[in-house]
């Protein structure tokens, strides 16, 4: 086997989920296993090199994880020929000059999303993108849970017969920073440093919905701000002008409809924090980040509604479970990590993947026309994007 050294500029990691999914969960867990087997004879070690402005965090990163590579210069970073990929999870209204110095560069793009602040900066990007003959995709991870990718099976095996109608339910309360810590960073609930739920978890409901029902034709937005005085990481208090909470009605491909809520300002009373109910012609599913349970036409009981008695039985335990049914017999791997594998395959042994920076402009312009429509108070199309 022949070990190739893939230098990767990762920038953003000092944050929640850059550190914890990218680089312990994915990156290096493919380390920890002995690199990406390309099944040519090729093992891919990746090489990260941890960028950021604060130096300190950086170097404590590298520290805690054996590495050797940081740095504060991302333009030094960017012009050094052996870095091959750029990985971007900063704050969504830094990401879209970084990604642009680095197509510059000639550096492959591996990104989170929203991939910018509006529709044209992401149409931009891809044009850019593509011009200059790298790769480049975007984040996609809530296909890759294990929930959605049993929901997928379901839908492939025909399962559903014709699908109806989709409901989703995402979100927990985060504290207000006063009495307990905040969960989340405070710059997403500013719009003016890109904040907001419609623009962070749009793009994730687009491509759901795209993948799995169909292409989204029309939205129907309200936004709320529910807690408009929050206290950020120094205990000092900020003005909310972001959105906390979104309720959105999206209209599919073939009549099917959707309906999600996310909020940050909802207590969880739901198996997990994301669920997503399919109802069909021919059975029901209701999918988790994890867990999936079905009730077929066959077995589904005649509910009798009658107010002055109670309920003589759990609805819930007349759903089945289904079962993971992996080849490997050990559960799906992380979501984040199998994106990343995709990617490196795509870069290094020409693998096919088709979510590119056009896919994450389709996201951006979801999240601009769910705030234009609350904003109007009106259903808006949804036109296909080109470049």
Not at 262 to 272: N, P, Q, T
Request: proline content about 4%; charged content about 25%.
């Amino acid at each position: 086997m022949t070990r190739k050294t893939v230098r990767i500029a990762m920038n953003g990691v000092t944050g929640r989920m850059g550190h914890r999914q990218h680089l312990v969960r994915s990156i290096l867990a493919l380390r920890e296993q002995g690199g990406l087997d390309l099944g040519d004879g090729t093992v891919l070690w990746p090489e990260p090199v941890l960028v950021g402005r604060r130096e300190h965090a950086l170097r404590a990163l590298c520290e805690q994880h054996g590495l050797e590579h940081h740095s504060t210069d991302l333009d030094a970073v960017l012009a050094d020929p052996a870095v091959d990929i750029y990985f971007d999870a900063q704050v969504t209204s830094a990401r879209e000059d970084a990604l642009k110095k680095a197509i510059a560069a000639g550096k492959h793009i591996y990104t989170e999303k929203p991939t910018a602040t509006g529709l044209e900066a992401a149409l931009g990007l891809a044009r850019l993108a593509g011009d200059a003959g790298v790769r480049h995709g975007v984040v996609q991870d809530k296909l890759f849970l294990p929930g959605l990718r049993k929901l997928k099976r379901l839908i492939d095996g025909g399962f559903f017969g014709r699908v109806l109608s989709v409901r989703g339910e995402f979100g927990y309360w985060v504290f207000e920073g006063d009495w307990q810590p905040a969960q989340r960073p405070s710059w997403n609930y500013r719009a003016e440093d890109g904040g907001g739920i419609v623009v962070d978890m749009f793009p994730h409901w687009e491509y759901v919905l795209h993948e799995l029902f169909g292409r989204v034709r029309t939205v129907q937005a309200l936004t709320a701000t529910h807690i408009p005085r929050r206290r950020d990481e120094r205990g000092k208090p900020y003005d909310a002008t972001a959105d906390d909470a979104a309720y959105g009605v999206f209209e599919l491909d073939g009549g099917v409809i959707a309906q999600i809520n996310s909020s940050w300002a909802v207590r969880v009373h739901r198996d997990e924090l994301v669920e997503f109910q399919v109802d069909g012609t021919e059975g029901s599913a209701v999918a988790g980040l994890r867990g999936c349970r079905v009730q077929h036409r066959a077995t589904t009981p005649r509910p009798v509604w009658n107010p002055d008695l109670p309920a003589a039985h759990s609805f819930r335990d007349q759903w089945q479970e289904v079962p993971d049914n992996t080849e490997s017999g050990t559960g799906f791997d992380n979501g984040f990590k199998a994106q990343w594998e995709l990617f490196l395959r795509h870069v290094y042994a020409d693998a096919p993947y088709r979510w590119d920076l056009l896919v994450g402009a389709r996201g951006v312009q979801l999240a601009e026309l769910g705030l234009k429509s609350s904003a109007e108070g009106r259903r808006l199309d949804v036109p296909e994007i080109e470049l």
